[in-house]
């Protein structure tokens, strides 16, 4: 397997950052091409009186994604309420999405610390 | 410079023409069911009656075969293109995996466009099958953070 980096740094920031360029823009199509599916499961989640033991990936960050086009900050803060707090950490995307999310309704970000 | 994303485009183009079956499989697949992460390599999973077929239409975009070694029934083998401006290289493995053993990785597809072109993507239950037959401390990376992401 071709598994060595490139030697020169620069080489390497310049060709990471495209590749996440390329993976971002294709998991954008994906997920729109899933919308419906992912919007449904997101859905569930808002509705849900109970923390979300597990969470999808893609269900989470669309549904954030969409809620934050529409100013919707509460149905953000409300389903980000529920994830584990791991996941939360875990995930750099979301973590952002909710934790702007926190900030524009007002309250504190201690939840993340 | 050689553009990854054009690279990427005019592999999916060769492929296409020649009429391989062929779909996304490793660091760059995982990043549609996640987060992306740093990888520098394309991968590509291929049905071993298209090897032949592939090798050549790589060898006309001047990706030539490096290396090639064989992981648990997946044959992986190892193509670079040269970037004559930064002295570096772009890698391509191509996943060749054994049709009686792991034959789910045909079913289940995503398949989004870019660029006016589909990018076949192996299903997320697939790409950690293989990922964990091949290995590998980033391969194992990635896969925990599929599984973790589920």
């Given at each position: 397997m071709t598994s060595q980096f490139p030697r020169d740094p620069a080489v390497s920031i310049e060709i990471v950052s495209e590749l996440n360029r390329v993976g971002r823009e294709l998991r954008e199509a994906y997920m729109q091409s899933r919308r419906d599916e992912l919007l449904s499961a997101f859905e569930s989640y808002l509705q849900s009186r109970q923390s979300i033991s597990n969470p999808k990936f893609n269900v989470v960050l669309f549904g954030f994604q969409e809620a934050w086009r529409r100013n919707d900050f509460d149905v953000i803060v409300r389903v980000g309420d529920k994830l584990p707090r791991e996941w939360l950490l875990r995930w750099r995307e979301p973590q952002a999405f909710y934790a702007m999310a926190l900030a524009r309704v007002g309250r504190d970000m201690l939840r993340l610390a | 410079m050689l553009s990854f994303r054009q690279e990427l485009n005019a592999i999916v183009r060769q492929f296409d023409l020649a009429k391989i079956r062929f779909a996304l499989c490793g660091g760059l697949a995982a990043?549609?069911?996640?987060?992306?992460?740093?990888?520098?390599?394309?991968?590509?999973?291929?049905?071993?009656?298209?090897?032949?077929?592939?090798?050549?239409?790589?060898?006309?975009?001047?990706?030539?075969?490096?290396?090639?070694?064989?992981?648990?029934?997946?044959?992986?083998?190892?193509?670079?293109?040269?970037?004559?401006?930064?002295?570096?290289?772009?890698?391509?493995?191509?996943?060749?995996?054994?049709?009686?053993?792991?034959?789910?990785?045909?079913?289940?597809?995503?398949?989004?466009?870019?660029?006016?072109q589909l990018i076949h993507i192996v299903s997320e239950p697939s790409l950690v099958r293989m990922g964990r037959a091949v290995g590998g401390l980033k391969r194992l990376a990635e896969i925990a953070g599929l599984e973790s992401a589920p």
């Open positions: - | 990043s549609i069911y996640s987060e992306p992460r740093g990888w520098f390599c394309y991968d590509f999973v291929v049905e071993p009656s298209n090897v032949d077929l592939a090798i050549s239409s790589l060898a006309a975009i001047d990706f030539f075969e490096a290396s090639s070694c064989t992981q648990n029934q997946i044959l992986i083998r190892s193509f670079v293109k040269n970037d004559p401006g930064h002295h570096e290289n772009l890698k391509l493995d191509l996943w060749i995996p054994d049709p009686t053993v792991y034959s789910e990785v045909w079913i289940g597809w995503n398949s989004p466009e870019m660029d006016g």
